[in-house]
């Protein structure tokens, strides 16, 4: 079930306000007419005083129906990627004729969905309490040059479960063309007593009711993994974009009965159709 399959603009403009004073603002339009200028770039006005180019994701991806679970189903993925930013006063964020990626250390937004898992769709998780649907807010820290990114991410439950998860992650990036971009690197993932207990735990009265061990299991070190990611752009505004992720969950996650039921090993294939959008006032 771990997905995030949406994001808000509103947090990603927040976030990114904490990075757009690595650079000082330049006229990117000022070299050439609009006729002979990149679509990227003629769709900026350097008179807004604040602008964001983003892309938006929206597809279909393939992931476990429950964490642990050795069942897969299909469900909607979305998801939403800055690349560049200008804020009048302090600064901006990557290239604005879009030939170049970002280039600095910033703040960014982390939103996660994580849907409901109802032990009446699953004959082997019969007795176990039902988990609420959750969306999980935070924040991350990432560090971008053109062939290598980092981040780390910490996000909380704000509807739904009320607790801590954390990833962190690492990226090898290639550019075979201009309109290819290759990624990939690993993946940890944390979470805390609280996200153990809810999504890996047995209560006493889970245990009587589905036969399964009590398992109290403590917060910390959950998984590992390895994501690679293919981007192509059909134009300046269109493009395609698929992932897989393979992740061998860890500690308490794969000593849980519900795992030991499913399987450590968890994959998601995810593939979407891209389009840039220019906000811009």
């Not at 560090?143 to 690492?170: K, M, S, W």
């Not at 395609?240 to 308490?252: I, K």
């Amino acid at each position: 079930m771990k997905t995030r399959i949406f994001g808000t603009i509103g947090v990603a403009m927040l976030a990114l306000a904490g990075s757009v004073s690595a650079q000082e603002v330049t006229d990117p339009v000022a070299a050439a007419p609009v006729s002979e200028q990149p679509l990227a770039l003629s769709r900026i006005d350097p008179s807004k005083n604040v602008v964001l180019r983003y892309d938006i994701r929206a597809g279909a991806q393939a992931r476990p129906a429950y964490f642990g679970s050795d069942d897969y189903t299909i469900a909607p993925d979305f998801a939403i990627r800055f690349d560049y930013a200008k804020i009048r006063g302090l600064g901006e964020y990557g290239d604005a004729t879009g030939s170049r990626p970002p280039s600095a250390l910033g703040l960014r937004g982390s939103l996660r969905f994580i849907g409901k898992r109802d032990s009446g769709d699953h004959d082997e998780l019969k007795g176990l309490e039902d988990i609420d649907p959750t969306l999980e807010l935070g924040l991350g820290v990432v560090y971008r040059q053109r062939n290598f990114e980092a981040f780390g991410d910490v996000r909380y439950g704000v509807l739904g479960t009320q607790d801590f998860f954390g990833e962190v992650g690492l990226d090898a990036i290639s550019y075979p063309n201009d309109r290819w971009e290759l990624r990939v690197g690993p993946r940890f993932s944390f979470g805390d007593n609280g996200f153990t207990d809810t999504y890996f735990g047995v209560t006493d009265a889970e245990s009587d009711a589905s036969g399964l061990d009590a398992f109290d299991p403590d917060g910390g070190l959950l998984g590992a993994g390895i994501e690679a990611t293919a981007r192509y752009r059909f134009n300046e505004l269109w493009g395609l974009e698929a992932s897989v992720r393979a992740d061998r969950l860890l500690n308490g996650a794969a000593d849980s009965p519900i795992t030991e039921m499913g399987n450590e090993d968890q994959f998601r294939v995810r593939v979407g159709v891209t389009r840039e959008l220019v906000l811009q006032f």
